[in-house]
């Protein structure tokens, strides 16, 4: 009984608001607990599935681009370590280029042109001008490089082709990509797997806070629950009580905790794109990856439901 | 409709507050149920609400074991029992009208029949005018007729009152005790718990007396005697 | 000792509770106060203990001007009243001796005189057995002997009592106005707020009666005439 | 009441404990926040206060060891880029030395030894070897120095020394180390702000929250400080029910604080002396220093038991 109502004029007046709960869960400090826990696991989520999805994007990007594409290199100098002659070159890479297109393993062998070069190389070195200071011949000794594609990519067909083009060039240099691709691969899994082992963390250790934070209301409100047992509701009558309240502040948490991520990837992702643009493959957001963000508020409000319900429902079976 | 036999209670390693409770109610019976402070009359109402169960004995309410319900089964045999607590146990955050709504709404009935059944009644126990006050507005006679109320609403078939009008002047008791009389006629049983003499004397029922956590049934027409020279008086 | 003077109340923007209440309790009187329910006993209660100010006239306590006191002074005052509140407000959480305890506490009186006023006192309302255990695990009745018991063991000045016997059978009633009229006898002041005809018929005492509001006092002898019939029946 | 006494044996006996607060602030969940509250901001405080000391001792060191010491720096080569022999080093440097003393503003000037300089040097150079394996002369031209202890550093001798070396050798260079000083004064200056800036800033937090806790916990309470209230207890009553409380959880948080920082502290001093020995001066905790160890948590405690009482007498005010 409020003793000091003058005080009050509202309170005093006791008309309640609108009957919306029957247990008063709506009131009381472990509210906002719930929606800080919830943005943080839905910020967290998002953060962790959405580098995940990009690093696997990335991994197929340079799987794709890479895989069965072996390249040869033809040093432009001979053993000695003087520069050959145009014509050397030419002779020498042409004669490369017919014997790789022989190889049954070899799908095509490209010579690659100085515009691929170019592009190839413009991220180290200013290109351009390397060869227009000099007339024709680049600062640089740029090696030639002949790009295969690759029906089989098998260690026989690599032992193979390394024979036949020692024969021709003994500096010339199969490279098959696969040290550093399996290197970035292998670092790209790692991460992915950091992610995943995140994300189930902060979703074992959310669910567990919600799972507590809600037998936490039930013993506050505990009077109020035995009382509703008594006058004859079901364990789902009280439950879905828990759970709609779960599910609204769950809602807001997820809410913030979007605007949140989206905020720090946009923000990422803008900061990013003014430094190293080579750094990384340039990553384009599908409709799948935005799906990400509609999808892991909703499966976390959802979890949180689930939770309670479990633990509600399981506190409850110990009552009379 | 109920039947205790050789019931016993006792609360954690406490002494037996009851012992060896035997009785039966038939159904639309309407008892009184009396004794000394701490006698165990809240303690029996608890074991006839399933608030608490037996430590020893066995209880048969509405044709069923008691002790053997499922969850399911327990909450659907709650929902035909209305209790009047003698501490009220009143939702503090919920007004009048919800307090009392609040059986009804988890019996599933519709809201426009909740809204007329729940205003008549608070009109009938005078406090028509205080349908929204929270319980804490309210004065201790004015939470009595909503605890009261809220009983009564669902039209139980087993109305457990306990001390229902210690806090309420003659006038309105009186008034009270006839609405259950009336919802006895309809069928209802009924057992007050109460320590007034006089309402007891005046209305004609039989009496259940706790003494030393023991039971005894005495008749109603014991107390007639009386109730003819106490009728001269008021 | 306690003047009203022209008392108007109300909570917040509602009706008026009290309206000129008007009226003097001498040194070591004894008063009923009845009315129906929501009446405004309790809100005349709450104005004594200093629980709430009116809303306009004047009231003069223990001869200073009740509304002019500083906060260390307010304070002091409230010690020299013990108060039986209608729900009880024991604190929970304390044990039946604890709880009986607090106010010769807040008082700063000794630990060893506590011990024994309070198992004495305790011992003499029936609860000798249950000292140590904790409010929610007694009965209705046993609640409202503790909330007695903290209410005279500082043997106050002025003793409030809002409907003292509600949860108690007529033995330890009787019991428990003895008490009171003890306490008198050393000249505290008693105000008792009751429903209960009976217990007021047997104890001659002066009553203020509530109605809508306006308080008219009623001599002890205009109840004495009733009173001799009644004394035949118990 | 608890209507489902049986299963809980001990509360069912019903026999209450020891009586030790009339509110039952011992109970509920602000005790944990309120725990790790003070924890962290006694160890925040450690951190930032300890920090503004070893600052303050470093930038003294530095001050200490460098101010008023000037040093000139003799080149070992000529004008033309040649190296000068032992003979022309040996002159130029005595010449150099002589005409330093003479100056006023100069107390001694000293001519650094080749022990002095391998010393010196060591941190950047391996000094030892450098001199074996070519006989006497080192692998770099290690120029002569000359320290000077100065009584006077205005603008005005440095001037004047400047115009009197540059006579002897125009290469010859004063360095008055008052840039770098300057600097490393400035950045050790701006630290410390920012030390004692974070040290008031958990400090107002702090007490805000504290106030704020109370203040919650005594809205939780309301009806037990109301009847304290009704039954004569004075303000000062109730407000030492909430010191106490805050005193007893400021103490436990407190101590956490220290454990931890101390923890951190050791394990930051073990793990710098393992690596950079000479990156950094050394710091040998003093007493004071100890002693700030005691005197934060203490007075952290003190300032919650202060706030609490703060916080509880101005609500109490506004109690009827
Ligand atoms: N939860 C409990 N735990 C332990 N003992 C209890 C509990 N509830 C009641 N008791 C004890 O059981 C006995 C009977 O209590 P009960 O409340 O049934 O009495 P009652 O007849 O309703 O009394 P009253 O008329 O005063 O309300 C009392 O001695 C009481 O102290
Ligand atoms: N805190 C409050 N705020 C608003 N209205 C209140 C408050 N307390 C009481 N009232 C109203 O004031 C009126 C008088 O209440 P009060 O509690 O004084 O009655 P009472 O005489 O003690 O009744 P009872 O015998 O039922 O206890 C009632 O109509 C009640 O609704
Ligand atoms: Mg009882
Ligand atoms: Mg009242």
């Known amino acids: 009984m409020n003793i000091f109502p003058i005080k009050r004029k509202d309170r005093a007046l006791g008309t309640s608001e609108k009957h919306t709960y029957d247990i008063p869960l709506d009131k009381g400090s472990g509210r906002l607990f719930l929606t800080i826990l919830t943005g943080l696991m839905v910020f967290l989520m998002l953060l962790s599935v959405s580098a995940a999805y990009i690093l696997t994007d990335f991994a197929q990007n340079w799987q794709t681009a890479l895989d069965g594409k072996w390249t ?109 691709l399996s290197e970035l691969l292998r670092l790209t899994g790692t991460l992915r797997f950091v992610a995943v082992l995140v994300t189930i963390v902060i979703c074992s250790a959310g669910t567990l806070a919600v799972a507590g934070a809600m037998q936490s209301r039930m013993a506050e409100h505990k009077e109020s629950v035995e009382l509703l047992h008594l006058m004859g509701a079901g364990d789902q009558y009280i439950t879905r009580q828990f759970q709609r309240h779960a599910f609204i502040i769950a809602l807001q948490g997820a809410t913030i905790g979007l605007i949140i991520s989206v905020l720090f990837i946009t923000g990422l992702g803008w900061y990013l794109s003014g430094h190293d643009e080579t750094l990384l493959p340039s990553f384009t957001p599908t409709p799948l990856f935005w799906a990400i963000f509609a999808i892991v508020p909703l499966s976390i409000s959802g979890l949180c439901v689930l939770t309670t319900r479990w633990a509600v429902l399981h506190r409850l079976q110990k009552m009379l | 409709m109920i039947k205790f036999e050789n019931i016993g209670l006792r609360y954690g390693v406490g002494p037996e507050v009851l012992r060896d409770v035997h009785f039966t109610l038939a159904p639309g019976s309407f008892h009184f149920l009396s004794g000394p402070s701490g006698a165990g009359k809240t303690s029996l109402m608890r074991l006839l609400y399933l608030g608490i169960q037996p430590t020893r004995g066995e209880m048969q309410m509405f044709a069923q074991n008691a002790q053997q319900l499922d969850r399911h089964k327990k909450a659907f045999l709650r929902q035909k029992i209305g209790v009047v607590f003698q501490d009220f146990r009143l939702l503090q955050h919920l007004s009048a009208f919800d307090n009392v709504a609040l059986p009804l709404r988890i019996q599933g009935q519709k809201e426009k029949d909740i809204r007329k059944n729940v205003e008549e009644l608070l009109k009938w126990v005078g406090l028509g005018d205080h349908m929204n006050r929270l319980p804490h507005t309210l004065s201790g006679g004015q939470q009595q007729r909503i605890a009261i109320a809220r009983a009564v609403v669902t039209k139980p078939r087993l109305l457990l009152a306990d001390e229902p009008t210690g806090n309420l002047d003659d006038e309105i008791g009186y008034k009270l005790m006839i609405l259950f009389e009336q919802l006895n006629k309809t069928g209802t049983t009924i057992v007050i718990a109460t320590h007034n003499e006089q309402m007891m004397e005046r209305f004609r029922h039989p009496r259940l007396v706790l003494e030393d956590g023991e039971l005894s049934v005495e008749d109603a027409i014991y107390a007639t005697q009386t109730k003819k020279i106490l009728d001269g008086v008021y």
């Open chain 1, 72 to 180: 040869v290199e033809l040093p432009v100098i001979d053993e000695d370590g003087k520069d050959l002659t145009s014509k050397q070159i030419e002779d020498k890479s042409q004669q490369l280029l017919t014997t790789l297109q022989e190889f049954h393993a070899v799908r095509t062998a490209t010579l690659l042109s100085d515009e691929d070069m170019k592009e190839l190389l413009s991220p180290w070195f200013d290109t351009d001008q390397a060869k227009n200071d000099n007339g024709e011949e680049p600062l640089l000794p740029i090696p030639v490089l002949i790009s295969l594609d690759m029906s089989e990519t098998g260690a026989k067909a690599a032992h193979d082709i390394r024979m036949e083009i020692e024969k021709i060039s003994p500096l010339a240099r199969l490279d098959q990509h696969e040290s550093w």
